[in-house]
């Protein structure tokens, strides 16, 4: 399937050029199945045979991360908090968590954005949670920026420097995509197991005191 799906990316890259990898990075930036380690290598192993140019590969690609970074913060700011005032408590969720998060993007928003970027896993998901957060739209966008571009800059390049060989960075990219997964599934788990045994302990002390 994977396989599968970078041949399905290279066939758009090599019909659709700048305008391919400005769509992949749009969806690279939202809740889709588009790793950028299997985009920007192979962009920079065409910028290596002199087929495409460093400037607007990073501008393509620099463009499509903004645009789908705005999509996934404006679905996280019009449609997150309404999800999670309906339905959150079945995810152990509700308008304090709300709280905790526009405070979290308050204070530190722009380091969150920006370091994410070179996260995998996480930089699929942050912009949502930003536009629940309700965190700055003129901040979110210029560290989106930098922090997509700089990333988006570093594959091309390793493209580039690898050559016919750009595919190998997806490969270890895998390996470090699976780890950040486990992370995230771990300290989920962790989360929900602390939240079930203070809500236990909350019910037993409520139980005791009658």
Request: no cysteine.
């Amino acid at each position: 399937m994977t396989e599968y799906l970078i041949q399905f990316f290279i066939s758009i890259i090599e019909r659709g050029s700048y305008v391919g990898v400005g769509f992949l990075m749009t969806l690279e930036s939202m809740v889709a199945p588009v790793p950028s380690e299997a985009v920007m290598p192979f962009a920079g192993f065409l910028w290596a045979r002199g087929l495409m140019s460093p400037w607007l590969i990073i501008f393509s690609s620099t463009l499509g991360s903004i645009i789908g970074s705005l999509i996934s913060y404006y679905i996280g700011k019009w449609g997150g908090r309404l999800f999670i005032e309906k339905y959150g408590k079945y995810f152990l969720l509700n308008q304090h968590h709300l709280e905790i998060t526009e405070k979290f993007f308050t204070r530190y928003g722009a380091k969150a954005i920006f370091f994410s970027r070179f996260i995998p896993v996480v930089r699929h998901l942050i912009s949502l949670p930003a536009g629940v957060g309700k965190m700055n739209i003129f901040k979110f966008s210029v560290y989106t920026i930098v922090g997509a571009g700089l990333w988006n800059s570093f594959l091309a390049y390793f493209g580039y420097y690898l050559g016919s060989q750009w595919e190998e960075i997806r490969k270890y990219s895998e390996i470090l995509d699976l780890a950040v997964v486990l992370l995230i599934i771990l300290a989920i788990g962790l989360w929900i197991y602390k939240r079930l045994k203070r809500r236990k302990r909350a019910v037993t002390n409520d139980v005791n005191m009658r």
